[in-house]
């Protein structure tokens, strides 16, 4: 018995060679002119495409469930208040009205009652404790709003490789991008335009939204030999009433649910889990999805090309087979397909 049926696995057998020069640094403009390489699942057939064209590979009755989780500015740039001394913070997640979990760096001048200001003084923060992982509780205080004083200061949290400044916020931001809270953004989502949109919805597509908080740990590498071993960070969702009720009549009806994205994915997939079926609900998720896996939900996928060894190309794998995404990996990289959150896109049907 082989791994493709044992499902024993390894992280070294989603390794894969990527040149450098395709890991995209900027966005493309307009947002619907990346590439699009659609593959079907029966036949593993790839056919190279735009994400224009997303219309021709849908169908009236199909449903697009999307994350509209909105990025924070979540990069800080300030300085310890008692010396002076550079300070970088990024927000993870909020734990009480003005309590955040932060990732501190220098970590060694954050002890517990230190003080740091930043933008001049429009937000202050104080570590009140340090947690398990080493980052901080922070206090913050400021006047005003919270978040608009973040759209003044802060900085996106653009993943470790992208090396290039980001001109304009809102590319690394959903044009459907409503609930705030992620330090990442769900990826797959950037190359709809509004144009877009109402073409689909125009021809018998309709949407559906969820929200996923995208954490930091969506970067974290898995370090265990044996995949099985990795421990997924856990992530805040809700599945409003309206989504579940277009997901049970798209099903009913015979149409498609696709994902777009892994977040979304991971939402719906982690509903169906808990309740065999996808009711309205909020919780918590640490679903980790890889070849193996059975989908309850999933008819199709659009998703952003991955990290080699990321949990992401994993549940990709689980979805359209571990060889057929292996070698539609390769072939991205034969025909130069752009790379990660700036990059173009697989459509999975």
């Known amino acids: 018995m082989d791994k493709f049926e044992s499902g024993s696995w390894n992280k070294s057998d989603f390794w894969f060679e990527l040149p450098e020069h395709l890991i995209a640094q900027t966005p493309i403009t307009p947002r619907d002119h990346s590439r699009m390489m659609e593959i079907s699942r029966a036949g593993g057939v790839i056919s190279h495409r735009h994400f224009y064209d997303l219309p021709q590979a849908l169908k009236k009755g ?6 509209d989780s909105r990025v924070l500015p979540a990069r800080l740039y300030g300085e310890k208040r008692e010396t002076g001394g550079a300070m970088e913070f990024l927000l993870l997640e909020q734990k009480e009205q003005d309590i955040w979990e932060v990732l501190v760096r220098p970590g060694k001048r954050a002890k517990e009652g ?3 200001v930043f933008g001049g003084g429009l937000l ?18 400021y006047e005003g709003s919270f978040y608009e004083v973040l759209e003044k200061i802060g900085q996106m949290p653009l993943p470790p490789y992208i090396t290039q400044k980001l001109e304009d916020k809102e590319r690394y931001q959903t044009v459907y ?10 990826t797959a989502g950037l190359h709809f335009t509004p144009r877009l949109m109402e073409e689909l919805e125009g021809m018998g597509v309709r949407f559906a939204s969820v929200t996923l908080h995208v954490g930091l740990g969506t970067f974290r ?22 989504t579940a009720r277009l997901v049970e009549e798209t099903k009913a009806a015979g149409g498609r649910v696709i994902a777009v994205g892994t977040t979304s994915t991971r939402t719906l997939e982690s509903v169906y889990a808990k309740y065999g079926k996808i009711i309205p609900c909020e919780g918590y998720t640490d679903i980790f999805i890889y070849p193996g896996y059975r989908f309850g939900v999933l008819d199709g996928l659009i998703t952003n090309f991955h990290l080699p060894e990321s949990t ?12 057929e ?23 999975i049907l």
């Open 62 to 67: 199909d449903l697009l469930v999307i994350n």
């Open 114 to 116: 230190a003080r740091f």
């Open 124 to 141: 202050e923060g104080e570590v009140l404790t340090t947690v398990e992982g080493g980052n901080r509780l922070v206090r913050f205080s």
């Open 177 to 186: 991008s409503k609930e705030v809270g992620s330090a990442a953004a769900p």
């Open 221 to 242: 590498p898995v370090k265990v030999d044996d995949i099985k071993e990795h421990k997924m960070h856990s992530e805040h969702y809700f599945v409003p009433e309206e």
């Open 312 to 323: 992401l190309i994993m549940l990709v794998s689980a979805f359209l087979g571990y060889r």
């Open 325 to 347: 995404t292996m070698e539609a990996y390769r072939e991205a990289v034969r025909e130069q397909y752009r790379f990660f959150s700036f990059g173009d896109c697989m459509l």
